[in-house]
């Protein structure tokens, strides 16, 4: 444990001077074209000195220079991260480890992977795993050293075979050991029920290819049955897909700007819902908690300001970046986030997540009862009492 703490301590002296040499806009080997970038090249190449003479244990420099990349990268975002020759080819390739997986979205907190949400349904949710739960070993290697992309590739392997992970559990302040079947990939859960006489309650568990079709049809046999209010679930849903959440926006909403998407490079572009007629247009209110994320974020602000809808529950994640695979000459790579996804009016909430308009957290109530969906429902007959009497 000394050795890996150490060597931790040193990866991070050199990181530091790496992230200030490159926030100034200068890069290893280019051409030093910002003031004082000197200064930081010349701070870095005497840290490195320092380390290679001094620290108490011999160090080798592929080993100290991949830290100092894999910590440059993390200092950005927790979804930026540094790829060995072989994890970048893949990435590029936009490769699998294998075509099963635990059902799992994973991001970086703390130094280590973080499931973000775990799939309705998948061995993961099934094994008792869930949003904030920490991955410390993933077969028995520190994800202290693998970014989210390179964690979730560790996930990925044959269906039918078991990975085995050390987690630091949310509830309670220990570690446990866990292993988990990888299975195929599930289609997004999707279904649709009546809570409450008129209310209908479409539960939208991921965001994946094809879902909009699926939510335009759980949609007209809720109106066939009467559904004068709709409660959109989007609970633990990290689905990926923007595309579709777009679609569904426009859905509940019409024709118009869903979401933006701000790039360095190429500016704000905004990211419409086709002109087609809305097919639903009545009161709507959504659940949301901490695993809501990434597509399912667009989906909330962009209902929350198109709409009008109220958000219920806890605070979503926060995950809005879109990353770009560089392969660099030496064969290695990076994963690097480009842009940020932003709500119509251009709020954004990447890092920091939605608040919700009506905080509840999540709980059982009396018979099992769910709080949030209840309070859900209760904020969606207020609102319909309130409409009748103006």
Same mark, same amino acid.
């Given at each position: 444990?000394?050795?890996?703490?150490?060597?931790?301590?040193?990866?991070?002296?050199?990181?530091?001077?790496?992230?200030?040499?490159?926030?100034?806009?200068?890069?290893?080997?280019r051409t030093l074209a910002v003031e004082g970038t000197y200064s930081f090249l010349k701070l870095f190449n005497e840290v490195l000195y320092l380390v290679r003479n001094n620290?108490?244990?011999?160090?080798?420099?592929?080993?100290?220079?991949?830290?100092?990349?894999?910590?440059?990268?993390?200092?950005?975002?927790?979804?930026?991260?540094?790829?060995?020759?072989?994890?970048?080819?893949?990435?590029?390739?936009?490769?699998?480890?294998?075509p099963a997986d635990i059902g799992v979205v994973l991001s970086k907190r703390q130094k280590y992977a973080v499931i973000v949400a775990a799939l309705e349904g998948s061995s993961a949710r099934k094994a008792g795993l869930g949003t904030g739960d920490l991955l410390l070993t993933i077969d028995g290697k520190?994800?202290?050293?693998m970014g989210a992309w390179e964690a979730t590739q560790a996930l990925q392997g044959k269906p039918g075979s078991e990975v085995r992970m050390s987690v630091l559990r949310t509830a309670e302040p220990r570690s446990e050991e866990f292993k988990v079947v990888r299975k195929l990939p599930l289609k997004s859960p999707l279904s649709t029920s009546f809570p409450e006489p008129g209310t209908g309650l479409l539960r939208l568990g991921s965001l994946q290819e094809g879902d909009a079709e699926r939510v335009r049809k759980g949609l007209s046999v809720l109106k066939a049955q009467g559904a004068g209010r709709l409660l959109l679930d989007l609970r633990s849903n990290a689905g990926t897909n923007v595309d579709e959440a777009v679609r569904i926006a426009g859905l509940?909403?019409?024709?118009?700007?869903?979401?933006?998407?701000?790039?360095?490079?190429?500016?704000?572009?905004e990211l419409r819902a086709p002109g087609a007629p809305a097919a639903y247009k009545g009161r709507l209110a959504l659940l949301v908690d901490a695993g809501t994320a990434g597509a399912a974020e667009v989906l909330a602000a962009a209902l929350r300001e198109r709409n009008g809808a109220m958000l219920v529950g806890?605070?979503?994640?926060?995950?809005?970046?879109?990353?770009?695979?560089?392969?660099?000459?030496?064969?290695?790579?990076?994963?690097?986030?480009?842009?940020?996804?932003?709500?119509?009016?251009?709020?954004?909430?990447?890092?920091?997540? @939605?608040?919700?308009?009506?905080?509840?957290?999540?709980?059982?109530?009396?018979?099992?009862?769910?709080?949030?969906?209840?309070?859900?429902?209760? @904020?969606?007959?207020?609102?319909?009492?309130?409409?009748?009497?103006?």
């Open positions: 444990m000394v050795r890996v703490d150490r060597g931790r301590k040193a990866m991070l002296v050199v990181s530091a001077a790496l992230v200030g040499f490159v926030l100034l806009g200068g890069v290893l080997g620290y108490v244990e011999q160090v080798k420099d592929d080993a100290l220079m991949q830290g100092a990349y894999r910590g440059m990268l993390e200092a950005l975002d927790p979804q930026s991260e540094y790829l060995s020759p072989e994890a970048a080819q893949k990435a590029a390739r936009n490769t699998r480890s294998g520190s994800t202290l050293w509940l909403g019409g024709e118009g700007t869903v979401a933006k998407l701000a790039e360095k490079k190429a500016g704000t572009t806890e605070k979503t994640w926060g995950l809005g970046t879109v990353q770009k695979v560089i392969t660099l000459p030496s064969g290695d790579g990076i994963r690097l986030s480009v842009g940020k996804y932003l709500s119509p009016s251009g709020k954004e909430w990447n890092g920091t997540g @939605i608040s919700p308009d009506v905080l509840q957290q999540r709980g059982s109530g009396p018979a099992g009862e769910d709080l949030q969906l209840r309070k859900g429902l209760e @904020i969606l007959g207020r609102a319909t009492d309130e409409r009748k009497a103006a």
